[in-house]
C-alpha cells in the first residue's frame, strides 16, 4: 500500500482555532471562575497549556492546567501496562470537585479515550460539569460523545489517520492526512 500525506493545518491555522477555543471557553463560562483545563496526555497538555496562555492573555486570569493519563482506563487496548493512574503529581493536588472542567485532546475518533478521561476523572472527584474541547474532530464516533469546542471539522474515511504534530513534542505545528492507497496490479 502506498501513503499520500497533506497538510490539513499549519503553524498558523493552528494558533487561530486555539485562539477561537479559548475565547468560545471564555463566552460559554462566562469568564474561566471555578474552571479548570484538564489534558490529556500526551498532546492533550500541551493543547491545554497553549490555551490557559491564550486566556491568561485575553482576560488576565490564570487558568489552572492538569493533566490526566488514561492509559488504565482504555478498553481497547490489548496488554495494558500499569501507568500512572489518573492525574500528574501536581495535578494531583488540585481539586476538581464542583469545578468546570474543560477536557482537551488532539483528535476526536471514536470517542474511547474521551470516555476513558471522563471515568479517570469521576475517580478523582466529582466536577461540576465536563466540557470536551479537541483541535481535529475527525467522525467516526462510536460512543455518543460530541465535543464543546473544535478546532477544525475533517470528515475522513477509516483508510485515512489524522496525525496533529505540535512544536512541544515534534518541533513543528500542523495538522496532516495521510491515505492509504492501493497499488494497482
Known sequence: MEQH????????????????IAHEILEKNKGFENCMLIGIRTRGIYLANRIAELILDIENVPAPVGEIDVTRYRDDLS??????LGLSDESAAMDIHNKKLILFDDVLY???????????????????????????????????????????????SRLETIEVLLNEVDGVDQVMITQQRRQNG
Do not use: S, W
Open 110 to 156: 471514536t470517542g474511547r479515550t474521551v470516555r476513558a478521561a471522563m471515568d479517570a476523572l469521576m475517580d478523582l472527584g466529582r466536577p461540576q460539569m465536563i466540557q470536551l474541547a479537541v483541535l481535529v474532530d475527525r467522525g467516526h464516533r462510536e460512543l455518543p460523545i460530541r465535543p464543546d469546542f473544535v478546532g477544525k471539522n475533517i470528515p475522513t
Open 79 to 84: 496488554g495494558k501496562q500499569e501507568q500512572n
Open 5 to 20: 500525506e497533506h497538510v490539513l493545518m499549519d503553524g498558523t491555522g493552528m494558533r487561530r482555532a486555539l485562539t477561537r
